[in-house]
């Protein structure tokens, strides 16, 4: 109810723009242009933890970006996921290869979950809202793309706030599965040929995408709990070199993923 209260006073009320303050926009023009106006990077962040997917971010984690993203997640200014969702939808782009448009692959967007006492306390989803609308901005500009929320918390983790690398990885480690009922729809996506694009909203440490990737690999392996290629139940065996089941080879090696923003360090040190 919080949720639908603050989506409707956000299409009527008069508000200020949620990268600068200013009066009667939900987003200015030169807050909108430092959101999405730069071409989507990989980023790194240092240390890298391992099993970390490579990633790539629409904007740095400071000025309008930071505060819109803040806006958006913490003071529920709803009307804020269409462009931030459009910054996204760069970013998911970029991880997929850089192919967009009518003919490119189907894409899948994995959001990373959040917990379910933070979703109580903000009233809604941020990561999956921002997701959809990424998704639809896909399909705008004709690239099949659909949200597939298969991921879950299996047990309940810290808040990650207070931790550094090291505590967030050790507090997030098999904190993560693949929910049951979406191993299947996972895997069909997988052999129609769709690239599976693990998303989230901010990425500091990179612990969040790392276990993410870790818990889709283990389902794809039968929950071995290592990291591995992307290979799910009644994926054909692919021949050395080849191709099977109408899969390249190699296109679910690793998985992908795309942030919306990530700290300027894992910008600065990007190594190409």
């Not at 970006?65 to 996204?88: D, F, Q, S």
């Not at 808040?159 to 505590?167: E, T």
């Not at 389902?219 to 990291?227: K, L, T």
Request: hydrophobic share 45%; aromatic share 2%.
């Amino acid at each position: 109810m919080r949720g639908w209260w603050r989506e409707i006073a956000g299409l009527v009320l008069p508000g200020s723009c949620g990268g600068c303050g200013r009066p009667r926009t939900a987003l200015c023009p030169p807050c909108a242009v430092e959101l999405t106006g730069g071409a989507p990077r990989r980023v790194r962040p240092a240390p890298e933890p391992p099993g970390l997917p490579a990633v790539f971010a629409a904007a740095a984690y400071e000025g309008a970006t930071r505060a819109v993203l803040l806006a958006h997640k913490e003071r529920g200014a709803l009307p804020l996921a269409g462009p931030l969702g459009v910054a996204l939808a760069g970013a998911v782009t970029a991880a997929a290869g850089g192919r967009g448009g009518p003919g490119a692959g189907a894409l899948l967007l994995v959001p990373v979950p959040s917990s379910r006492r933070s979703v109580r306390a903000r009233g809604h989803d941020p990561t999956r809202r921002i997701a959809l609308a990424a998704a639809g901005r896909l399909r705008r500009t004709g690239r099949a793309a659909r949200v597939l929320p298969v991921l879950r918390q299996r047990r309940e983790v810290a808040d990650q706030s207070g931790l550094g690398a090291r505590g967030r990885r050790a507090n997030l480690a098999g904190a993560l599965e693949v929910a049951a009922s979406g191993v299947r729809p996972l895997g069909e996506a997988v052999r129609a040929g769709a690239r599976v694009v693990l998303v989230d909203d901010l990425m500091t440490t990179g612990a969040s995408l790392a276990e993410a990737a870790r818990a889709l690999a283990a389902a794809g392996h039968g929950h071995r709990s290592v990291h591995r290629p992307f290979m799910f139940p009644g994926l054909p065996d692919r021949p050395k070199g080849g191709v099977a089941g109408g899969v390249e080879e190699g296109q679910f090696e690793q998985a992908a993923a795309a942030v919306v923003a990530s700290s300027p360090s894992s910008f600065e040190i990007n190594r190409n």
